[in-house]
């Protein structure tokens, strides 16, 4: 029936797509090939530990590519990455860089947990509220998952938004929410920040801290900082285009035993060779490949899949001058990164209020953007808990003004949780840990025509991670994996290799047609 609704709108109305009927969609191949292993001998370097390197570490490893994968550090991860740490009493635990949300549209990213039972480790939530000073709260649990009744059931649900306020939104900006095009959307919206944007919606201002400044800043990047076609980008992969709904997942354990551990024995089984400590210092193009100089040695690789973080990359294409190529320099030069976030982890002698949800999400609470219950998340938390009677509370902070001390952010980040949480004002601190980083991708107004994609221009190198632009939407964890996934494919395909299958949510929003019309 559903489908049948889909056809009779798209043959009433040019614009409507029906493709927001699929669920997940196939990302197509422009190559077909019949081979099914790659030929003996063939060597391929994967510069970096983190998702995307061990994504395409893992889909070329699976077809009999001989695969070496470098990690600087001393675990895999990347910016994932767990490290072993003990707190004053003598507990150890597993220190990361905080909560993360496995939505139920990651689909490259669940394919790749598929393949150790990573998923055996998620375990569903049932809401997670945004809460503001004075009580003010916004649900996600129930919204309808088809657009565009999950759009109108969040407009209808948000207590601070009338029908007057309604009358007076933008309906040219309000409508790009539905129409988002990857052409289309660049072009009218890449020159604009998410701040000109969302100012020009109108929408009233309460209404618009919890509705749309709080999905912004998920993204790490600050609003006047951040393109507005990237919001739009974002607000269609994870709501109006996303058929799996709002709710997302959590691990129960820390990510080295849930996802890290496994893969790295996983890839060990396909005879892949982990080089964790050393570092690759330079890359240089050989007429047979490429040549890397590690702090080890020199070694050969037929092909070369950089998947590192947006200063290592830098600093890596620099000292390379032999990868002669002005393209992989402007486009890897064009990259920034973007302000700090901070994690505040704090383990109290005293639980909170058990109605609280394990992840609540903040608005006009200063720098706070969410708070986390650790223990009703994971067991390491958990177990820690049972035995002490507390909590182990976090707290982030997204897109964090640099020039603030950590003293500074971690005072607030405090105070705003006691007004929030008020049962932690009296609350003694057994323990804390503060993370403070700078090195997650900024995508600023105007960036996007400028961003490397996967082929970097010089036969046999490909980039990965979150910020790689993609020719389909995804974002933050799905998008490392899927450009992991997507360097791999280009590198099989140069072998007449079966490519691995990507999957996404519907590429265009539901009136995109509305735009390619006019």
Not at 129 to 144: D, K
């Amino acid at each position: 029936m559903r489908n049948r609704l889909a056809q009779k709108l798209s043959g009433t109305f040019p614009f409507f797509s029906p493709e927001h009927h699929k669920t997940p969609q196939k990302v197509p191949h422009t190559h077909s090939a019949t081979r099914s292993r790659a030929p003996e001998g063939h060597r391929i370097a994967i510069i970096g530990g983190g998702l995307a390197g061990l994504a395409a570490a893992t889909v070329l490893a699976e077809r009999g590519v001989e695969v070496e994968v470098f990690e600087k550090e001393e675990v895999l991860g990347g910016r994932l990455g767990a490290w072993k740490d003990e707190l004053k009493d003598g507990t150890q635990f597993s220190m990361e860089r905080g909560f993360h949300a496995f939505f139920r549209q990651y689909y490259n990213l669940r394919a790749l947990m598929r393949r150790f039972n990573g998923e055996e480790s998620l375990v569903p939530m049932q809401d997670y509220p945004l809460i503001a000073p004075g009580g003010m709260t916004q649900s996600f649990s129930g919204i309808p998952k088809q657009t565009p009744f999950n759009f109108l059931s969040l407009m209808w649900r948000t207590p601070t938004l009338t029908l007057r306020d309604l009358l007076r939104i933008r309906s040219d900006r309000a409508l790009a929410m539905l129409q988002f095009d990857p052409e289309t959307t660049y072009a009218r919206f890449d020159h604009m920040s998410a701040r000109d944007y969302l100012d020009g919606l109108r929408f009233p201002p309460d209404a618009r801290r919890m509705l749309f400044d709080v999905f912004s800043h998920s993204f790490f990047n600050p609003e006047p900082h951040y393109s507005a076609a990237e919001l739009l980008a974002m607000f269609h992969f994870y709501f109006v285009g996303n058929p799996e709904g709002l709710v997302f997942d959590v691990l129960d354990k820390p990510f080295d035993r849930a996802i890290f551990g496994p893969l790295q024995r996983y890839l060990e089984a396909l005879n892949v060779q982990i080089r964790a400590g050393e570092t690759v210092q330079q890359l240089e193009k050989t007429q047979s490949g490429f040549q890397a100089v590690t702090t080890r040695g020199k070694k050969n690789y037929d092909g070369i899949v950089l998947a590192l973080h947006v200063d290592g990359l830098k600093r890596l294409i620099d000292d390379s001058p032999g990868l002669a190529s002005d393209h992989l320099v402007r486009s890897v030069n064009s990259l920034e990164v973007t302000w700090p976030f901070a994690v505040l982890r704090l383990w109290t002698d005293r639980p909170c209020d058990p109605s609280r949800a394990p992840f609540a999400g903040t608005a006009d609470a200063g720098i706070l953007d969410n708070i986390s219950l650790f223990e009703r998340l994971e067991d390491e938390s958990r177990k820690w808990s049972h035995a002490r009677g507390g909590s182990v509370v976090e707290l982030h902070a997204y897109g964090v003004d640099p020039s603030r001390a950590p003293a500074s952010i971690r005072e607030e980040l405090l105070e705003r949780c006691r007004q929030l949480y008020p049962e932690l004002r009296e609350a003694i601190i057994h323990d804390e840990r503060l993370i403070i980083r700078r090195d997650c991708p900024a995508f600023q107004p105007g960036s996007h025509r400028h961003r490397p994609s996967v082929e970097s221009g010089i036969d046999g190198l490909m980039l990965a991670g979150d910020f790689v632009r993609m020719p389909f939407p995804c974002a933050l964890m799905e998008r490392a994996v899927a450009s992991g996934m997507m360097a791999a494919n280009q590198l099989l395909r140069r072998l007449e290799v079966k490519e691995e299958a990507l999957f996404s949510v519907p590429p265009r929003g539901m009136l995109a047609g509305m735009v390619r019309a006019a």
